[in-house]
């Protein structure tokens, strides 16, 4: 049985990538998410893509809300494992709140 994932496309802040990333990665940490992948691209406007699993959905969706809140950065995409209407609704308010 797989663990629900999250799969978030980040564009980070230019004054302060480190900065930013680091942010993100620990409220991943602090949300309970564990890091599967993580890839970055600095040539595309310091992109950053990330794969995290959660034991529950609802983690993945908090982490989602705490990054449309924080630093500068802007929220790309948020695409969660599972069909469900609740999760297409917050990757939609988050990318909403990060524009």
Same mark, same amino acid.
């Given at each position: 049985?797989?663990?629900?994932?999250?799969?978030?496309? %980040?564009?980070?802040?230019?004054?302060? =990538?480190?900065?930013?990333?680091?942010? @993100?990665?620990?409220? $991943?940490?602090?949300?309970? &998410?564990?890091?599967?992948?993580?890839?970055?691209?600095?040539?595309?406007?310091?992109?950053?893509? %990330?794969?995290?699993?959660?034991?529950? =959905?609802?983690?993945?969706?908090?982490? @989602?809300?705490?990054? $449309?809140?924080?630093?500068? &950065?802007?929220?790309?995409?948020?695409?969660?494992?599972?069909?469900?209407?609740?999760?297409?609704?917050?990757?939609?308010?988050?990318?909403?709140?990060?524009?």
């Amino acid at each position: 049985m797989s663990l629900p994932s999250l799969q978030l496309a %980040l564009q980070l802040d230019r004054a302060d =990538v480190f900065g930013s990333l680091e942010w @993100v990665l620990a409220n $991943a940490r602090r949300t309970g &998410l564990s890091l599967q992948t993580m890839q970055f691209d600095a040539s595309r406007a310091n992109a950053v893509r %990330l794969v995290c699993e959660a034991p529950m =959905v609802e983690l993945l969706q908090l982490f @989602v809300r705490r990054v $449309a809140h924080g630093v500068d &950065l802007e929220i790309v995409d948020a695409e969660f494992s599972e069909d469900v209407d609740t999760l297409d609704d917050a990757a939609q308010e988050a990318a909403a709140l990060a524009a």
